[in-house]
């Protein structure tokens, strides 16, 4: 049995929700700067996910809602999600970005995954709270693939994991196989594989009998 880790926001998906998130706060800017600084390694996740959610502190959850449905899959992502999951190859998503965002992108393109670990960003009197919660804080990616694997009885040698930015680098590292999505520079050495495209990275799960 396989399993797939994807990282979402820059991987499955070009978008990175926050930033559309931002866009609906009028802070869209600032947001980018912080996301990009925390892609690079140059800040911590946790911190810079703190900071940026602050930075969203009593947007209308209408609006919220909004930059959610405006998530889409990268071209090609959801019809590879499907001969993942034709195949018989467990799928997961483990990602900083909030939930809803993923679930909303996942359906508007006929797709699924098997699990999605990710985090939330609280709403009170229908406003968001400026606060972030979930499993991927302060938790790593490493601990999720363990957790995702173990759960659904993969051993971690068959595991693929595809990320492009500083926080996948624990998964990535926890992997059988780590696969760098247009990663970042200081996330490059830390891949087995690099691609581009997702029809690339299906060429590559072909070639490694995934698909």
Excluded: W
Excluded at 90 to 97: D, E, H, Q, R, Y
Excluded at 143 to 151: I, P
Excluded at 168 to 188: E, N, Q, W
């Amino acid at each position: 049995m396989t399993l797939v880790a994807f990282d979402f926001d820059g991987t499955l998906s070009d978008d990175e929700m926050i930033v559309l998130l931002g866009e609906e706060a009028g802070c869209a800017d600032e947001v980018a700067a912080i996301t990009e600084r925390a892609m690079a390694g140059d800040l911590s996740y946790a911190e810079s996910l703190r900071e940026r959610a602050s930075l969203l502190a009593g947007l209308d959850a209408s609006a919220a809602e909004r930059a959610y449905s405006g998530v889409q899959l990268r071209p090609g992502a959801g019809e590879l999600l499907g001969s993942l999951e034709a195949a018989g190859v467990t799928t997961v998503v483990l990602t900083g970005g909030f939930e809803a965002g993923v679930e909303a992108a996942l359906a508007r393109a006929g797709a699924s995954v098997d699990r999605v670990v990710a985090n939330s960003l609280p709403v009170e009197d229908g406003r968001l709270t400026g606060e972030v919660e979930g499993p991927l804080i302060e938790g790593t990616k490493d601990e999720a693939l363990r957790d995702v694997a173990a759960a659904f009885g993969v051993d971690a040698a068959a595991t693929f994991a595809v990320g492009d930015g500083a926080n996948d680098v624990p998964m990535l590292d926890a992997a059988g196989t780590a696969i760098g999505f247009r990663p970042k520079p200081a996330v490059r050495p830390h891949c087995d594989l690099v691609v581009a495209t997702m029809g690339r990275l299906r060429r590559v799960l072909v070639e490694a009998d995934v698909l």
